[in-house]
């Protein structure tokens, strides 16, 4: 077997375990993540700070295992405070920021006639494998590429959470939180929630890996 072909194969493998997120339409091959340069990096980072986002560029890291945070942002004001995130790719960075600015809001107002306040991420950058298989591809989790989103905190008090609202009782949280998976679906090249697999049962992943997949 090709090597490039074994993260692959290792995702089959455990498919039925943990539901991998496939490997692209073309397995193997085909995929290459967007190029990186100081000029696009550059470009990217204007482009956020035009639409409102205060960010402040980080210097690229490089790790010996693998992982890295490179052409990297941290989120200063987005438009609503999101805690626990670390460093994020600009390129993750700017549609996360169009999403919590048009997204959050309007799907908040128009559920929960509500005003969101906070929310709260699982993080950004972790250096491991994809859903923390051995064995697994290094997870986009690793290269600052991909962040997790738990709950949403709004102005009157109330903390919606993927983890009790995806399949609660209220028909608003769940129609809340089903608007906002779909409409990241649309801005991000993957999207994984509770109807993905069993580890996803209490967040959204968004990543700007090999795509698109949405569920
Ligand atoms: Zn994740």
New binding site residues.
Partial sequence: MRPALRPFAACIALLSLAGCIPAGRSPGGGWRPPAESPERFAKCVAMMRAEGSQIDALPDRNFDNGCSATSAVKLVAIGIPVTNLGAVKCTLAAPFARWIREDVTAQATRWLNGYVTRIDSFGSFACRPVNNQAGNRL?E?GRAN?I?IAAFRLKDGRRITVKEGWNGDDPQIRGFLRALHKSACGRFSVVLGPEANALHHDHF?F?MGRGPYCR
């Fill in positions: 997870s989790h991909a997790d992943h990543d």
